[in-house]
């Protein structure tokens, strides 16, 4: 068997997350509203109405495109895209088409196998989104909700050459599109839909061969399964001899096969042209500027820094950037503690991180600020408090809002490091326990852990384990 | 005579439309009869004019993203022919 390599390209669907719709002031999110209640006599097309363009369509959009390296056009332009739909109560949808809001461009992907993909960007452009058919005994059942809701869509060059890198991308796209604050990017919710051309040729090879095209992908795991799927089918199609036809195939996530989609009998004929009801989009370099001047660092950028400035291993990093709220929290805790970064990382994926997980918690409105924080690792570097108190009082924090130490104060949870006071009760444990003491002293002194467990669970884990052992140590040499 | 019969036919199938012969040879006519109208515009010589699509040289207007209240569901639904839960409800349609 020869060896081939997988040639994809992915067309994305970005849902953006303005609060009304793009070219009238209906609510833009319906999720799990009644059906034809977000809706207008813009976006159903009722006669005679006109649009007028959402400016955070345009604004989110360039924060994309940007993003992207892609070229900004000065000047883009709305066209009509023709077609007869049930949803589409129009008959046309508003889009971009060859004066779109932005070209070119490229999107690099760090694989986990440590090289990097970069993939070019053929297409972004804003469109409306249509609304939702639904198919019921035979009838079709039309809610107009999604009706104008903004849209960018994006499509790739045929530069992805496996079923990972095409997950990757989409894993990297929406991280980058929460990062950014344009699209929340649940594909459960649709947010980000993905349609996959495949095609396969020998290794090595530059040609393009006949493709497929994947629809109805809804989650970066069936994508990566379709994908693989179709380049396997392809393989066995070209091994047997046989030709790879340029269907369309409907992916079902159920049974985790591929289905051969009616193919249209005719070819597509959206006669496009300028839509006469919007004027061109002129985005000057003051309004750029504008939309630009707040742009963040992105996460590969902020990986790469946190490994080099705060000397993290690759794993902290690449989990500390995969949300920007959460790379804020730690940078913002670190800058407080002044003291190894390390040592804020090792709360932030343990302690920390649960902690925002389990109770759903978003890290820039946490009561356990990055400040509270940065002071309980000081408390423990002080050898105020032990780390079993410290995970203890993150928690604590978490659910009181005080500081950490009013908290330690209050609850009198500072660690006991006076002698004295640990003496008591060694020897109070020495006392209770002769038989240990008996089996220590005949030369059993593995059981030091035991009697020191025992004087700490007497005081409550306040007392510190290393004075402790030297305590007993000497009381049982006597 | 600028369009062909298939041509019609091409229309008519975007549209969704059926067209009886007698219809096609009507809507050839008619078709025809508007291209060829405006075809005198060809006549114009623009070989120092570059595409315009507008002539206005402005800012779209734009619209500040804050939500008003849209219509109610029933005046939506009220000119529908028919309605089910709320919803529009059309035959299935073919595709293709
Ligand atoms: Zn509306």
Redesign the pocket.
């Known amino acids: 068997m020869s060896e081939y390599e997988a040639v994809i390209g992915l067309e994305t669907h970005i849902q953006l997350n303005t609060t009304t719709?793009i070219?009238?002031?209906?609510k833009a999110d319906s999720w799990n509203e009644p059906p034809n209640t977000?809706?207008?006599?813009?976006?159903?097309g009722l006669p005679g109405v006109l649009p007028v363009l959402n400016k955070a369509v345009v604004e989110k959009a360039v924060l994309l495109a940007h993003a992207m390296h892609a070229h900004i056009r000065p000047i883009s332009y709305f066209d009509r895209k023709n077609y007869f739909y049930p949803d589409l109560p129009k008959g046309y949808q508003i889009s971009q088409y060859d004066m779109a809001l932005a070209h070119g461009g490229y999107f690099d992907l760090p694989m986990p196998q440590g090289y990097v993909r970069r993939v070019t960007i053929h297409k972004l452009h804003i469109e409306e989104d249509a609304g939702k058919t639904r198919n019921v005994n035979g009838q079709r059942y039309i809610d107009f909700n999604r009706?104008?809701v903004p849209l960018i869509e994006m499509v790739t060059g045929p530069d992805l050459r496996s079923a990972d890198e095409a997950a990757q991308y989409l894993i990297r796209l929406r991280q980058l599109l929460r990062w950014l604050g344009i699209s929340e990017a649940d594909m459960e919710k649709a947010h980000l839909r993905c349609d996959a051309n495949v095609s396969i040729r020998p290794k090595g090879s530059t040609i393009l061969n006949p493709k497929t095209e994947i629809k109805n992908v809804n989650s970066i795991d069936a994508v990566r399964n379709a994908i693989q799927n179709e380049i396997e089918r392809q393989i066995r199609e070209v091994e047997a001899g046989r030709r790879v036809e340029a269907w369309t195939l409907d992916w079902d996530d159920e049974t985790q096969t591929l289905r051969k989609m009616r193919s249209k009998e005719t070819e597509a004929d959206y006669r496009y042209f300028r839509e006469p009801d919007l004027l061109p989009v002129r985005l000057d370099d003051a309004w750029k500027e504008r939309i630009l001047a707040d742009f963040p660092e992105l996460p590969l950028a902020r990986r790469a820094r946190f490994v080099d400035q705060y000397g993290l291993p690759e794993y902290d990093a690449e989990i500390l950037t995969a949300e920007r709220k959460l790379s804020d929290y730690f940078e913002n805790a670190v800058r407080a503690y002044g003291g190894d970064p390390k040592k804020i990382s090792n709360w932030m994926m343990n302690d920390v991180l649960r902690l925002i997980n389990e109770r759903g918690l978003d890290p820039a409105a946490m009561r356990l600020t990055p400040a509270y924080l940065a002071e309980i690792q000081g408390l423990v570097d002080a050898g105020t408090i032990n780390l079993t108190t410290a995970k203890a009082l993150l928690v604590k924090v978490e659910e009181s809002g005080s500081s950490p130490s009013a908290i330690v104060e209050a609850e009198g949870l500072a660690k006991v490091s006076d002698d004295s006071a640990i003496r008591a009760v060694a020897q109070e444990v020495l006392a209770e326990n002769p038989r240990e003491v008996d089996s220590y002293r005949k030369g059993k002194t593995t059981l030091m852990g035991w009697f020191v467990g025992q004087v700490m669970r007497k005081m409550r884990g306040k007392a510190d384990p290393n004075v402790a052992r030297q305590v007993l140590e000497d009381l049982l040499k006597e | 005579m600028s369009l062909t019969l298939a041509e019609v036919e091409h229309i008519a199938r975007l549209a969704r439309l059926e067209l009886s012969e007698e219809e096609k040879i009507r809507f050839r006519e008619q078709l025809s009869a508007i291209l060829d109208y405006a075809a005198r515009l060809q006549e114009v010589d623009t070989r120092n004019i570059s595409p315009t699509a507008w002539t206005v040289n402005v800012q779209a207007p734009l619209r500040e993203d804050v939500p008003a209240q849209?219509l109610p569901t029933s005046e939506v639904l009220s000119n529908a022919p028919q309605v089910q839960d709320n919803q529009f409800r059309v035959p299935p349609v073919l595709e293709g």
């Open positions: 719709k070219f009238c002031s209906c977000n809706i207008c006599p813009v976006c159903t009706c104008g | 849209g």
